[in-house]
């Protein structure tokens, strides 16, 4: 084996030098033979991260005196490898550039970084070694170079292909791409002109951004062949043997053309086609204003009117109007400006577009399909054969069997369909999706878009009714400007009931005009109209109800417009037209942050826990005002309301725990009498004079008061006056102006049983002595006590 497999370091050099296997290192040398042709080369070199290396190969094994490869490192800018009469050249600054060639005279050269040349005479450059080129030329003589700073990033491979602009690329010995952005392929293909394409040998495109398919020497494709040159720019050249050269440029916005053409060995048949007879040249200036139109493949027919050109490829293809194109078996381009593109295709309207088939067996054939599309959509899937057609105006269908009928109409998905009765400008997007309404909207598998400008997005999602939503899958809006948001949601039941009601979340259902729900599996009746519920699993019966939180249930509405409470009737302010529930039966919720509403006779708005504090405030304090004036105890409860005790009242002696009928009794007031004068009645009110009578001068009457309660006292005076003929009498003794007269007198105390009794026959002492007695009259005509002494006097005479 003669190949060149590892690296080693030349002291001689000062450098890393690639050598064959048989090679020694250090500074021995050996003996090298000379491959004959082309050398196989194999090179393995390691770099640092760091370095920016260049190398130089050429295809001679190393021996004295020459230098077969040369690797150089970051600090090397200019390589080359001398082989023999010939030199591969590497030059870059930090990117690095390759040239691998072989011992021929005519050097590979590599110039500017990241640049690539292989084999003789192989140029890969971009206007200088530190320029920025990512060019390749692979091949004999092959060329790839650019400019200083134009962008580099040509490609040339094979034998003197030649890319010489900033990103041309050619493929193919001797052909060439001399634009900016031209691309040549086949062997002589040649794409002179900024973007222009050329395919095929000998192929030549020479107009801006033109595109030539096909060679000079082609075979002929049944009666129809692929051309080879084109000059005109934005042209299509397809026809065997043609020479089409568009000499003139383009005027204004029609997009006219003056050309002179020539074409040789079209073909045309039948009715008002264009006739080219094989073999003879027909020109085309632009003061004839005629058509060319040009067929592709047994029975294709291109005919029409205008300054543009037909194309139809396909068996039984037609594009019978300006600039239609038709491929495919039986496709038909019948719309100015039209493209039908695959078999069976239909693209009737102006400027429409069809693409895809008419068959869609291969998949309906699969009962795994049929049941898939029956899990996803809850409908059968249909295996009709269905041409794809875009039959209105600037209508677009892509997709096998798709159908867009509208003007304007857009149907993209096997068997999807844009149009029908209305459809205009109706989008559908997704297999087997319709948009029939105009401005209508269905993008998902077996959407549905039935109503004028409604939407329906998901799988099964359906918008059946005009400008009604559905959004989600099998979502369905079925009433007028309804909105379904949700997988199963629901908004409305017909066109006419559930307009304009909104149903979010997954099995949402508002079925009622005018109502709306959101929260999953929640439900307002068609009764409901005008409801709304936020929450899930919640049930909505009545209108106008309003119904917040999850399980919330509402009822019915009853106008409250008074009340009547312990007899008395209470009016209220305000005409109910529904409920607003938060919660349900054993499932309350509180409704906090509420703001001070009015309070005022006419006010309907909701009064907060400070103000009913507040109130109950005034209340307790009211209470115990009244407490204190009627003498009643005031309660608190627990749950902060209060309570009064009733007191006991005692009126004449009777207790009544009734304050009207203590009141009642009072004031009935009581009666007085004097002497046997009869009763008088004394109200509440009356005057009442307690006093003396008049003249009367032994007694004294004195009113006082204190603490609230008045006193009279009446008093005898200690010195009576009852005049020449007054007397005081007690039992059968009398006290007069003349003295004492009384049957008895008695004396005496009772305690010590010392009595003295003055009766008609004398004093009776009861047996007691009589002391400090005085000394009595002693003499025969006196009465006078006489006392011891006198006695004892007497006898001691």
Known sequence: MNKIYKVIWNATLGTWVAVSEIAKGKTKSSKVKKIVGAATVSLI??????????????????????????????????????????????????????????????????????????MSGATATSGGKNSTGNNIAIGHNTKATTTLNDGGRATAVGAFAEATAAYTSVFGADSKASAVGASAFGYGAKAISTRTVAIGQDAYAAGTASIAIGGAQNPKLASGVIGNQVVGSRTLSIATNSATKFTGTTKGSSGQFDFDLTIVNGVATGGTYKTLTSGVTKTLDAAAAQTLYQTLTTGAAAAGSGSGQGIAMGSSALALTTQSVSIGADSQALGEQSTALGANTRAHGDASVAIGGDDITAITNIQANKDQFKTLTGNDLSGAYVATESSGGGAVAIGATATAKGNFATAIGMTATAGG??????????????????????????????????????????????????????AISQGTDAVAIGVGAVAGTSTTVGNEAVAIGSDAKAFATGSIIVGGSSSISAAGTNSVAIGNNITVTNQNSVVLGANSIDKANVQHSNQTVNGIKYNFAG?????????????????????????????????????????????ETANKSLADVIGAQVNTNPNGTSSIVAPTFNVNGKNYTNIKSALDTLDNGWNVKSDANPAQAVKTGDTVDIGLATGENNLTATQ????GTTTIDFALKKQLDLGAAGSVTTGATSINNIGINTPQVKIGDVTNNTVLTSTANGLDVGGDKITNVGKGDVSTASTDAINGSQLNAAQGS
Do not use: W
């Open 421 to 474: 009765a209305g459809g205009a400008g109706g989008v559908a997007i997704g297999a087997t999706s319709v948009a029939s309404g105009d401005g209508s909207m269905a993008m998902g598998l077996n959407a549905k878009g039935v109503g004028k400008q409604s939407q329906a997005l998901g799988t099964a999602a359906q918008a059946l009714a005009e400008n009604s939503t559905a959004l989600g899958t099998k």
């Open 45 to 118: 070199v390691t770099f640092s991260s760091e370095a920016s290396a260049n190398l130089a190969v050429c295809g001679t094994i190393a021996s004295s005196g020459t230098t077969g490869a040369v690797v150089g490192n970051s600090n090397s800018t200019s390589l080359d490898a001398n082989c023999g009469s010939g030199t591969a050249v590497a030059q870059a600054g930090i990117g690095g550039a390759i040239a691998i060639g072989d011992n021929q005279s005519n050097p590979t050269t590599a110039i500017g970084n990241d640049n690539l040349a292989i």
């Open 575 to 619: 005409t109910s037209v529904g409920v607003v529930s938060i919660g349900a039966v054993g499932a309350e919720r509180q409704i906090v942050n509420v703001a001070p509403g009015e309070v005022s006779a006419t006010s309907t708005d909701a009064i907060n826990g400070s103000q009913l504090y507040q109130t109950n405030t005034a209340l």
């Open 704 to 707: 006082t008061a204190s603490n």
